[in-house]
């Protein structure tokens, strides 16, 4: 295998149209089509046929053959400059494809250290078993140019992420696993084994006992109760309906904020009582957050690699944006890096149109310590923190939906701790 050292590319061919493909589907991609240098030039123009455009890309006109793309094909992969070549070739009447093959094959062959691939734009691609495709020569063949360049572009980022720092894995001296697995059984006995949510009270608790911060959460039965809770809340709080059947409360209008006073909060008791009906079994009353930056942190199972830790901007309107990024556990401390910049909204972060930034440290410490319980709790289904408000002061997990199963077999650990 070869990984390009860098994001540079030349492109060389027997047509203008099929080169300006290629060179337009490499910038797109995020790779470099450099201009070659005066000496890169005079080379390159010395081994290619008279009236060459011998820039980047390289233009052999169609008077090049076998031995001019030789030629110019060793001149580019001995380029400082140049940490891939894409090389198309439109075959001309009574041109031999399979001797332009050879050549490339022959030349990549040579330069074992940068990364050749191959366009042959007939319906005559050389067989796979001896042509540049095949297994002697190594080089990958594709139908169109904008293809070949989309490969390349992969394997430089393939081949940067490979040579990265991978960064420290994660581990925070405070976290009380025990508390968490209790929980977690404690909830799977109540529900016979079959998978179940946890209570509020309980998912918030849970993520207490790995040092996530929540806003703190009191289960209340009728108005009464609700009034009393705020006593040792204060005001304003909000209020949300809690049942089986709504996991997501807002698409049921289950949420009631900004909520000032006892009667105010009697009366929202009452709406959603009548509103929800049966579905409403108890409600939560919990201290407002005001301010800040709404962010989601979760964790889904992935059959293949197991828990991966999601994070994104908007809270509710997340799934809606799909602006979320996510990583395989256990992370590293770049891996959370990476999270926090990965979403387009990332920007907000850091302050906007005169917004303060957000306290990063403590919603990348949010995003840690959610890894971490991935991680090492085998009984999490599933789990989303939204919205997870980031301030100025720290990041609070306004509400949690934690979903419990009996622990599946874990996958290799090998497949899980990807690396170079």
Wanted: aromatic residues 4%.
């Amino acid at each position: 295998r070869v990984w390009p050292p860098g994001p540079r590319v030349a492109i060389v061919s027997n047509g203008g149209g099929p080169a300006i493909l290629a060179a337009d589907a490499a910038a797109a991609a995020g790779l470099e089509v450099p201009p070659l240098g005066p000496v890169a030039r005079r080379r390159v123009a010395e081994a290619s046929p008279p009236g060459a455009a011998v820039a980047n890309p390289v233009d052999l006109t169609a008077a090049a053959g076998a031995d001019h793309y030789r030629r110019v094909l060793t001149c580019l992969l001995t380029e400082p400059g140049v940490d891939s070549v894409i090389v198309v070739f439109v075959p001309p009447l009574g041109a031999e494809v399979a001797e332009v093959a050879a050549a490339i094959t022959e030349v990549s062959a040579a330069h074992p250290d940068r990364l050749v691939v191959a366009c042959f734009l007939t319906r005559d691609v050389p067989d796979p078993g001896t042509g540049p495709a095949g297994p002697a020569g190594g080089v990958p063949t594709f139908r169109w140019p904008e293809a070949a360049a989309r490969a390349v572009a992969h394997a430089t980022a393939y081949a940067a992420w490979r040579s990265r720092d991978p960064g420290r894995e994660l581990g925070y001296d405070d976290l009380d696993l025990e508390v968490a697995h209790r929980i977690t059984r404690a909830a799977l006995e109540r529900a016979g084994g079959a998978p179940t949510w946890l209570a509020p009270d309980d998912a918030v608790r849970l993520l207490e006992s790995v040092g996530v911060p929540c806003a703190p959460v009191r289960v209340v039965g009728s108005a009464d109760e609700a009034v009393a809770a705020v006593g040792e809340l204060g005001w304003p709080v909000a209020l949300k309906a809690v049942g089986p059947t709504l996991v997501h409360r807002t698409e049921h209008r289950g949420v009631v904020t900004d909520l000032t006073d006892p009667e105010a909060l009697r009366v929202a008791y009452a709406e959603l009582r009548t509103r929800l009906g049966a579905a409403m079994e108890t409600a939560i009353v919990q201290p407002m957050v005001a301010g800040g930056v709404e962010t989601i942190v979760g964790v889904t199972q992935d059959p293949t690699f197991g828990p991966l830790v999601a994070f994104g901007l908007g809270g509710v309107t997340a799934e809606l944006w799909r602006d979320v990024a996510v990583r395989l556990v256990p992370l590293t401390d770049v891996d959370v890096a990476e999270l926090l910049a990965a979403p387009r909204g990332a920007p907000l972060l850091h302050g906007w149109r005169g917004a303060p930034p957000v306290d990063l440290p403590a919603l990348a410490a949010v995003i840690g310590r959610v890894g971490v319980l991935a991680d090492t709790l085998d009984e999490l289904a599933e789990l989303d923190c939204y919205p997870v408000v980031a301030r100025r002061d720290g990041a609070w997990v306004l509400d949690a939906k934690l979903r419990v199963r009996p622990p599946p077999p874990r996958p290799p650990v090998g497949v899980r701790r990807l690396g170079p």
